[in-house]
């Protein structure tokens, strides 16, 4: 599979993905709380891989900007929607990626990306393209699963399978320690490493980290 060939998957799950419940919705009402302690009002926020806007829709109305980016157009399609109905002045979506994104003179002072960075090919180089958009002391916050921590069954035999038969899109295999180093090889000091789970396991750390 390629990045046309991810985007596509993404493009066809959209409408179902947009259907699905939160699995842990204490776990990500945890993860949204925690998100807004570390913002600002007077804030520019990009999201990365924002999905149908779920998460955008909840943080936007608290800081001065925030643009929520993805790769499917159908996703952002969804997202657009959901905003017609509950319009937020500060919030805007757009399809891009973070590369397209590094290439605009704006800048943010957090960049967000919520079960993304095992969606992605280059992780060192979107890790890079996240410092070049930031200020020096700018956040970086995220929460991943680290495909690497879960169970040998699923990490060898079922998720291959299913990527070969267009169930599944590409995901990157890490631990959380090797998800440390790459942010902290990408020019970042991790200011926390934190479980937000309220049932069960989970190897999806959230974590802060700031620009040196």
């Not at 998720?159 to 899109?169: E, S, T, V, Y």
Request: charged share 25%; net charge positive.
């Amino acid at each position: 599979m390629t990045i046309s060939s991810d985007t596509r998957f993404w493009d066809r799950a959209a409408r179902k993905y947009a259907k699905g419940a939160i699995a842990d919705q204490a776990g990500y009402e945890r993860t949204l709380g925690r998100t807004l302690a570390l913002l600002n009002a007077g804030d520019r926020v990009l999201e990365l891989g924002c999905g149908t806007g779920t998460t955008a829709l909840r943080l936007a109305g608290k800081v001065h900007d925030y643009l929520a980016t993805d790769v499917s157009a159908e996703m952002i399609a969804i997202a657009r929607e959901r905003y017609g109905a509950e319009p937020i002045p500060s919030l805007s979506f757009r399809v891009a990626t973070a590369e397209a994104i590094a290439t605009d003179p704006a800048r943010f002072n957090a960049v967000l990306g919520f079960n993304y960075l095992h969606l992605i090919r280059d992780l060192p180089g979107t890790l890079r393209h996240v410092h070049h958009l930031l200020p020096t002391g700018g956040l970086f916050i995220s929460k991943t699963p680290c495909v690497g921590e879960m169970k040998p069954l699923i990490r060898l035999a079922l998720l291959p399978a299913m990527r070969a038969i267009g169930k599944a899109p590409h995901a990157g295999v890490f631990r959380v320690s090797e998800l440390a180093e790459q942010i902290s090889a990408a020019g970042f000091d991790i200011l926390a490493t934190e479980n937000h789970a309220s049932k069960g396991d989970d190897n999806r750390p959230y974590i802060v980290a700031r620009k040196r």
